[in-house]
């Protein structure tokens, strides 16, 4: 859990996580996402593999759809390593 300044969560649940400017701000936004659908959906295995399982895809598909071209833009840019 990120512990951010009070401030700064009261600044971010006022916009609707439309200002996050860190790192530690984004990581926060993202664990009271988790936090909300824990609380609707109650404790079991099920909700935690639920919200296990968002994560990881979300976290496959930004690495699919952005990273990996990203990474074969700057390979033609600067050459290969391997």
Do not use: H
């Amino acid at each position: 859990m990120p512990y951010i300044k009070v401030e700064d969560r009261e600044r971010l649940y006022d916009a609707d996580f439309c200002n996050i400017e860190t790192a530690g701000e984004l990581n926060f936004a993202i664990t009271i996402l988790c936090k909300e659908y824990l609380f609707n959906k109650g404790e079991c295995y099920q909700t935690y593999n639920d919200i296990i399982g968002a994560l990881e895809g979300c976290k496959m598909e930004m690495y699919r759809r952005k990273v990996a071209p990203y990474e074969d833009t700057k390979i033609k840019e600067n050459s290969d390593v391997w």
